[in-house]
C-alpha cells in the first residue's frame, strides 16, 4: 500500500503553473518515471519546466504541441524552439490529436454514428478538467509519435488554455489501443499529482 498526497488548485489556468512544476520536480525525484511529457502550444510552459528539470535530471522531456492542420501552425517561436532543442528536448507537433476525431464532430463518419472514446475524454474533464484531459492526450500523442514506448511510466503535464494545471504519472499506450480488448495495451492514470477542483467546461 502507497499512500501519496495530490496538490488542489482552487481555480484551473496558468497560475498554476509554478506549482505544478514544484510537484513535477518532488516525483521526479521519488524515480520510477521514463520520461516527462509536456503540453505546450507555444513552446513556454515546456521551456519553463526544462530549464527547472534539466538541472536535476537528463530524463528525456518531450514537448507537445498542435499538428500542421492547426490554423496557427507552427505554434512554437522560433526561440522557444530553439531554447528547447538546446536543453535537448524533444518536440511532437507533426502528430494528430489523440481527442480530435473523438471531441470535434465525433458523429462526422461514414456511418454517422458516435465514437465511445468522445466520451473518455469528456469523463477525463470530468474528473481532472481540460488539463486532465490534456496531459493523457499528449502522453498518447508523443507515444504515436514514436518518442515513448508503449507501456513506459511517463509523468505528463497539461493545463487549461496557458499554462499548467495538471500533473499525473500514466502508463504510455498507443491513442488507438484506448479501448483495446488487450488490456496490457491500454493507456491509463497512475497517479494523479496535481488538479484544479474548478472546472472548465466545453460544453
Not at 495530490?6 to 525525484?29: C, H, K, M, Q, W
Request: aromatic share 6%; with cysteine.
Amino acid at each position: 500500500m502507497t499512500k501519496k498526497s495530490i496538490l488542489y488548485f482552487p481555480e484551473y489556468g496558468e497560475l498554476n503553473t509554478s506549482a505544478v512544476t514544484d510537484v513535477v520536480r518532488e516525483r521526479l525525484s521519488e524515480g520510477g518515471i521514463e520520461a516527462l511529457v509536456v503540453a505546450s502550444t507555444t513552446g513556454k510552459t515546456a521551456l519553463g519546466l526544462a530549464q527547472k528539470v534539466r538541472l536535476e535530471s537528463d530524463l528525456p522531456i518531450i514537448c507537445v504541441s498542435d499538428p500542421p492542420w492547426a490554423k496557427y501552425y507552427p505554434a512554437i517561436t522560433p526561440d522557444n524552439r530553439q531554447a528547447l532543442e538546446k536543453l535537448e528536448v524533444e518536440i511532437v507537433d507533426r502528430v494528430p490529436y489523440a481527442s480530435h476525431s473523438h471531441s470535434v464532430g465525433p458523429c462526422k463518419n461514414m456511418y454517422g454514428t458516435l465514437d465511445l472514446r468522445v466520451m473518455i475524454f469528456d469523463a477525463f474533464r470530468l474528473v481532472g478538467g481540460q488539463g486532465l484531459k490534456v496531459a493523457m492526450e499528449v502522453g498518447m500523442m508523443a507515444t504515436d509519435g514514436g518518442r515513448v514506448k508503449p507501456g513506459a511510466i511517463i509523468l505528463c503535464v497539461g493545463g487549461t488554455g496557458t499554462g499548467a494545471d495538471c500533473a499525473i504519472v500514466m502508463k504510455a499506450g498507443f491513442s488507438v489501443d484506448l479501448l483495446s480488448r488487450k488490456s496490457e495495451r491500454r493507456p491509463h492514470v497512475r497517479e494523479i499529482l496535481a488538479m484544479p477542483l474548478k472546472k472548465k467546461w466545453r460544453w
